[in-house]
């Protein structure tokens, strides 16, 4: 008995051996992917065709999905090896089932944009026990990121689609997945609660427009580890109404750094409370934590943010706060923690907190902040920057803490 357990255990650790990412955790528990269990609605059995440039797949994937998610019992779609071009899919709930859909091969975004009503791309709705798991996501993103060249061009703007949009989701778990070449964002996280997501990579160059690598807004309980993401954008954005986040081993690079924010855009934004983020390397990133609002709303706050054992490689920002200072109106930024920051940056004004004469930033705590300088200025003052912040530095700093108001 003991002995079949354990040749079944080395066939997992095989099969999963052959891909780059798993849903094996680091922490060693193994997922039972491969097993006789569940009913499997396998997408080519509903229609889908592989390596084909016609992109009305979309129907199969959803008649697969529609049969696993009123099957009654825990079921699987799956996406067989080779690749499955598709316009956009809804995968609708409630279910009376548990799903699990497993990617084996890739899937391809159709970049005709007149094929998508919202901006998403696969969307994930009303669902709980979710696992996603597998396989990649690539949008084709290079097609259309001229259509969202916001900076340069204020008519050619346009919201793309996110690769995949998770939208009032409990209890579910993302693994093992790739993303390449968002249109948007890769990942969108919306409307959901106790969201696990592990083994992602994400990628696209670093001059694509608005990748950001996982978005949140109005969440509770989400924990994302153990994932490598390198974009043009924030490699992970924490929006309005973010609660107990928990962000570890991420390795972050090219991209914006791990950011709080943008807040304080729209009116009656909610808090984003307990963000704890630790264990995280960036390489070559414009910012590594960065906490910005814009003035404006003062409805929301940002408060009990930790960032902690942070490695740094040629980072721009490593510590940076942008509270639209100057404005009178803005968010309250309080009870905020870098603690153990180390490595190398090409600014001269490393720690950066620039916060507005009404609305201080509070409680704002610096350890052990151990940075040096490999710009390319030949000699420079290398300092802290901080404007309206009630901050306490301890342990050592280089760059040196700044002088208080
Ligand atoms: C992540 O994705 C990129 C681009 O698709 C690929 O080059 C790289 O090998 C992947 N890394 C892992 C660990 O899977
Ligand atoms: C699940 O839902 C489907 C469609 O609504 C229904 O036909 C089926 O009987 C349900 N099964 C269970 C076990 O509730
Ligand atoms: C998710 O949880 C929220 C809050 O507990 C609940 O209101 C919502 O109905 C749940 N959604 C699903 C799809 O289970
Ligand atoms: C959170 O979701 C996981 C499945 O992903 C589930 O095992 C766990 O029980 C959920 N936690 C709560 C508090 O519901
Ligand atoms: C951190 O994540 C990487 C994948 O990006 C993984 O290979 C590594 O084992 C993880 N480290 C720990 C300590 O869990
Ligand atoms: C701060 O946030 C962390 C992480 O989400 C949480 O564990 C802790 O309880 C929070 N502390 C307070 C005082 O809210
Ligand atoms: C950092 O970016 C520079 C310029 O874009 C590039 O030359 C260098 O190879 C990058 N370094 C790493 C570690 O990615």
Redesign the pocket.
Known sequence: MANTRRNASVTIIVILGLALLSCVS??GNRRALVNAGPPVFDITKFGAVPDDENEDNFGAFIKAWNAACHSGGPAKVLVPKKTYFTGPVLFQGPCNSTVTVEILGTIKATTDLSMYDSPEWFTFEHISGLTLTGGVFDGQGAAVWKFNDCKHNKRSCARLPSNVKINHVNNSVICGVSSVNSKQFHFHIFGSNNITMY?LNVTAPDESPNTDGIHLSTVQKVTI????IGTGDDCISIGQGSQQISIN???CGPGHGISVGSLGKYKDEKDVVGVEVT?VRFINTTNGARIKTWGGSITGKATNITYKNVILESVKNPVIIDQHYGKKKSTTIKDIHFINFKGTTISEAAVSMLCSSKFPCQCVELVDIELSYVGLKKTLPFVSTCEHVKAKFSGKQNPPACKLQ
């Open positions: 680091a922490n083994n580890k153990d994932s490598i081993n991420i390795t264990n």
